[in-house]
T-cell receptor, first 115, second 112 residues
Framework: NAGVMQNPRHLVRRRGQEARLRCSPMKGHSHVYWYRQLPEEGLKFMVYLQKENIIDESGMPKERFSAEFPKEGPSILRIQQVVRGDSAAYFC?????????????FGPGTRLTVT | GENVEQHPSTLSVQEGDSAVIKCTYSDSASNYFPWYKQELGKRPQLIIDIRSNVGEKKDQRIAVTLNKTAKHFSLHITETQPEDSAVYFCAASRAGYSTLTFGKGTMLLVSP
């Protein structure tokens, strides 16, 4: 039973380029969460999605960042015109369909480096 | 919104000792409190969680306690081993919400 999958594991982008991060949830999970982790810091919530719906994007910067979770395929976190401050590890987590607080299982992360 | 404070930021113990990590939360509506272990360069792994309808939960060498009145919860690791060395994160989630608010982490170092 495959866990949460993320790709790429490492991504290098020059300032001004676009970064696309992909997340495939665990089988049977329909909820996806994206978190950002800066070096030696905790995980900061960015966005919570269900299939074809953004449920909560309160943690996502208003500009340059967007997320989607289409009916078919992985969830995508997109960062346009990347800047050095976007360098971080981006983790997605998934949980099964349920109301309220449920266990979240994390993927291996994508480490984005902006040069 | 929710705010989670975690202490200490680093903790060094000798193998076989116990380790305790403490977290406080601000939102009295929070009802779910997971703990994650993250080894260097790896994904956070859920190791134990507790819901607000219980005060304590134990799984082998790890246990979590929750004090709703004081709004704090703690992770206890007994008989520590070098492989317990990692960063541990606490988190909290409000009732009816799924998103987690994390503490800043505790780096635990267990020396042989």
């Amino acid at each position: 039973n495959a866990g949460v999958m993320q790709n790429p594991r490492h991504l290098v982008r020059r300032r001004g380029q676009e970064a696309r991060l992909r997340c495939s949830p665990m089988k049977g999970h329909s909820h996806v969460y994206w978190y950002r982790q800066l070096p030696e810091e905790g995980l900061k919530f960015m966005v919570y999605l269900q299939k074809e719906n953004i449920i909560d994007e309160s943690g996502m910067p208003k500009e340059r960042f967007s997320a989607e979770f289409p009916k078919e395929g992985p969830s995508i976190l997109r960062i346009q015109q990347v800047v050095r401050g976007d360098s971080a590890a981006y983790f997605c987590a998934s949980s099964p369909p349920a109301s309220g607080s449920v266990e979240q299982y994390f993927g291996p992360g994508t480490r984005l480096t902006v040069t | 919104g929710e705010n989670v404070e975690q202490h200490p930021s680093t903790l060094s113990v000798q193998e076989g000792d116990s380790a305790v990590i403490k977290c406080t939360y601000s939102d009295s509506a929070s009802n779910y409190f997971p703990w994650y272990k993250q080894e260097l360069g790896k994904r956070p792994q859920l190791i134990i969680d507790i819901r607000s309808n219980v005060g304590e939960k134990k799984d082998q060498r790890i246990a979590v306690t929750l004090n709703k009145t004081a709004k704090h919860f703690s992770l206890h690791i007994t008989e520590t081993q070098p492989e317990d060395s990692a960063v541990y994160f606490c988190a909290a989630s409000r009732a009816g919400y799924s998103t987690l608010t994390f503490g800043k982490g505790t780096m635990l170092l267990v020396s042989p």
